[in-house]
């Protein structure tokens, strides 16, 4: 089972910041949260990741709590090629076998 | 684009026939993984290869098998297919370091079995 709890669908308003919530209350000390999106039938694609401290990049800013027990994706500035489902994933920590446990994600609509 | 390439793009195949799927790694990356997406589902964690070995399998069966390659390309070969193995399979490869690898994914090979 996914270790994250996402909401389902969220929309936003094109120009505007879409701020994407994660919960994972039970996140190992040595566990990183990535962000992936999905355009339909395509393949993941890879955002951003973090362990402690938030980070940016060029295409998004990932803010985690203190306690990690939750994040958030922004992207700054949202356009229609955003639309995407949205997975936010807890994995990593060295361990051998790093596998993705892909949850339900959250469905970003970007209207004009 | 991520360097990961998959191939075929699609494939068709009827029930009990067995299939190969095939994965190029991105430039420098010694790990792959596979993953299974059924229709409205997100990517299910098939295994893993590192280094030419097995390293980590989700719940599918021994029917799923897969390969990896010194030049780190992969297969993926399912035998004794059913229909509800009809679904997208997508690799991702990465580079095994310390701390963690971050994977990056192939575009998909889309699966249909009649």
């Known amino acids: 089972d996914a270790k994250t709890t996402q909401p389902t669908s969220m929309d936003c308003a094109e120009g505007r910041a879409a701020n994407l919530p994660c919960n994972h209350s039970t996140i190992s000390g040595n566990e990183y949260v990535y962000w992936y999106r999905q355009i339909h039938s395509q393949g993941p694609q890879y955002i951003i990741h973090?362990?402690?401290n938030n980070e940016t990049n060029e295409m998004a800013s990932l803010i985690i709590t203190e306690d990690r027990k939750s994040s958030t994706l922004i992207l700054p500035h949202a356009t229609l090629r955003d639309t995407a489902v949205y997975y936010c994933i807890v994995s990593g920590g060295g361990n051998a076998g790093n596998m993705l446990t892909f949850g339900g994600g959250t469905r970003l609509m970007v209207k004009p | 684009e991520t360097g990961v390439t998959q191939s075929p793009t699609h494939l068709i195949k009827t029930r009990g026939q067995q299939v190969t799927l095939r994965c190029s790694s991105q430039s420098g990356h010694n790990t792959v993984s596979w993953y299974q997406q059924a229709l409205g589902q997100g990517p299910q964690f098939i295994f893993q290869y590192y280094r030419e070995e097995e390293n980590g399998r989700g719940n599918f069966p021994p029917r799923f098998s897969g390969l990896q390659f010194p030049n780190y390309s992969s297969e993926l070969n399912v035998n004794a297919l059913e229909l509800d193995d009809s679904a997208l399979y997508l690799c991702?490869?990465?580079?095994?370091?310390?701390?963690?690898?971050?994977?990056?994914f192939g575009p998909g090979t889309r699966l249909t079995v009649l």
């Open positions: 991702a490869s990465s580079l095994r370091t310390r701390g963690t690898d971050t994977q990056y």
């Open positions: 973090g362990l402690k």
